[in-house]
């Protein structure tokens, strides 16, 4: 078939790749004309996408990058997988709105439109269905299909990937279902039916509400462990060894990337314009407990500083990882780049090392080795992302002050003055 992905990053890169190797012929559209310019060269802006296996599709001629609409004209299938951030707390659902009447241009009688983009239940049917009717003049369930299938990636795992993670897969009606499921059927190992659009919809933001609201839990225990003097980290490893009844999360200094910082607010946000303002106390305080986080990485630097009669304007500080998660570059709301940004304004002298970050993506916050001179001149260092490729032992023996955010420097032979956060 022809299939069309509108949105060619972390989340539709892979999918679009995937299309291709499975014997589609695939339009990627994208509206950065540097991204399209990049792919089409055979550099690859995410990491679960090689170099090699772009230029492979490329030159197979089953790929192709585009930054032009009506190259997408004539497809059987079109994914649309664009960010969906907020604006002021509030769901901003711009990008598919904007993807949806590009689509809806170019939608023929019997295709499919499948949306992959995270969004509040409801969104498929009453957001996206009626742009692409507005826009083709053809009629969702009557003249073309339209399914949902919330993206489940996560960037730099090589166990659970777009093949291997079972793929939720809805439509408005029973026919979209069938054929939503049938195209992700040739693309991953496991898709897992569902009645309808706006539970699978729910179902992906519940997926991560879940893990920001037990993140949320861990941090505030590691606040009260601290000013008790008590060890959070052997509290919660002993309490893993449960087998049942206990999921381990860890504390750190945020949430970041697109799904844990935005997903709940937008569930919060549907339950208060469905239930007459009231939205989920819990979901919303959560959200305050993990944005609070950078600002408690910062206050705890200030005392340890204070302690010994020093104030923060002028200190040299190392930030250890910058992105979001370990083994990634990816900083979409990354924490890490939050403290960067307060330990600046508080007047410290910030350097950071990471070396799946760009230093054209950090701005002018300066990237340097993790040497041992880099941090022997550290007058404090910040573990925030712990990327495996970083040397703990020389951190632990090299730098004057390290606050371990990650718990990497525990129960490792030490010079420096460690504290977890």
């Not at 589609?24 to 089409?40: F, M, N, P, S």
């Not at 996560?154 to 279902?177: C, M, Q």
């Not at 919303?284 to 600002?295: C, E, H, S, V, Y």
Request: glycine share 10%; aromatic share 6%.
């Amino acid at each position: 078939m022809r299939v069309a992905v509108v949105g060619q990053g972390y989340v539709g890169l892979p999918l679009a790749l995937r299309a291709a190797q499975t014997g589609h012929r695939v339009v990627g559209l994208d509206t950065d004309t540097r991204r399209i310019e990049d792919l089409a060269s055979g550099r690859s802006p995410v990491e679960d996408v090689t170099a090699a296996q772009l230029s492979q599709l490329l030159r197979q001629g089953v790929y192709r990058p585009t930054a032009y609409p009506q190259a997408v004209a004539g497809f059987d299938v079109a994914v649309i997988a664009v960010p969906t951030p907020l604006r002021e707390g509030i769901p901003d659902l711009s990008s598919v709105v904007a993807a949806g009447r590009t689509v809806g241009r170019h939608l023929r009688q019997g295709a499919l439109v499948v949306l992959e983009s995270t969004s509040y239940p409801g969104t498929t049917r009453t957001v996206l269905g009626p742009v692409l009717e507005e826009e083709s003049g053809l009629r969702m369930g009557r003249d073309f299909a339209l399914g949902f299938s919330p993206e489940r990636i996560d960037p730099g795992n090589r166990a659970w990937t777009l093949e291997t993670t079972p793929k939720l897969v809805s439509g408005i009606d029973e026919t979209s279902r069938e054929r939503t499921a049938a195209f992700y059927a040739g693309l991953v190992d496991v898709v897992v039916p569902m009645s309808r659009c706006e539970e699978a919809e729910l179902a992906k933001l519940v997926e991560n509400t879940f893990r920001a609201v037990n993140i949320a839990l861990v941090n505030e225990l590691a606040e009260v462990a601290h000013d008790t003097g008590l060890d959070v980290r052997e509290a919660l490893d002993a309490a893993a060894t449960k087998p049942f009844g206990f999921m381990p999360f860890t504390p750190g200094p945020g949430v970041g990337g697109h799904c844990l910082p935005i997903d709940p607010v937008y569930l919060s946000w549907w339950a208060a314009q469905a239930r007459g303002g009231r939205g989920s106390q819990l979901i919303d305080l959560a959200g305050r407990i993990n944005t609070a986080r950078p600002a408690h990485v910062v206050d705890r630097v200030h005392a340890h500083l204070a302690a010994r009669g020093r104030t923060l304007p002028g200190t040299r500080v190392l930030l250890l990882g910058l992105s979001y998660k370990p083994g990634s570059g990816d900083l979409r709301e990354s924490p890490a780049m939050e403290v960067a940004r307060l330990l600046e304004a508080d007047g410290a002298l910030v350097r950071a090392a990471d070396p799946f970050v760009d230093a054209s993506a950090v701005g002018g916050l300066s990237l340097v080795p993790t040497s041992e001179q880099e941090l022997a001149a550290a007058d404090v260092v910040v573990v925030l992302t712990d990327h495996d490729v970083f040397d703990y032992d020389l951190v632990a023996t090299c730098a004057a002050f390290v606050l371990d955010c990650r718990g990497r420097l525990a129960g490792r032979t030490a010079t420096a003055v460690v504290e977890q956060l």
